[in-house]
């Protein structure tokens, strides 16, 4: 009775290249409709690469007004969300790093 989509935001995905280093900036929006008959408390968690090395940054842009564990790469929602309504929740995040460099498992 809760559905909850996660989108890439096609319109924020950019690659640029700035000197010696390449930066990958991505967007999602969340999306969640309570179908119930009655209003829903919950809390929303995704999360946003964090990395292991010094010369990989990596930037929130955007945390849509959520709570943020840096540490951990984490963004948090809590929301009330009335019978048959919806909340949408976007964050962007940016990516920079050495042109030499690969990185993966950035989505």
Known sequence: N????????KDYKAKKFIGSNRTKTL???????????????????????????????????????????????LLTWKDTIPANGSQKHSFAYTVKYPKNETITNVQ
């Open 27 to 73: 967007a999602y929006e969340i999306a969640i409709k309570n179908n119930k008959t009655t209003s829903i408390n919950l809390i929303v968690e995704d999360q946003y690469p964090i990395s292991q090395n010094s010369e990989i940054e990596v930037e929130v842009l955007e945390n849509g007004n959520a709570k943020v564990d840096d540490r951990k790469g």
């Open 2 to 9: 809760v559905q909850v989509t996660r989108t890439e935001l």
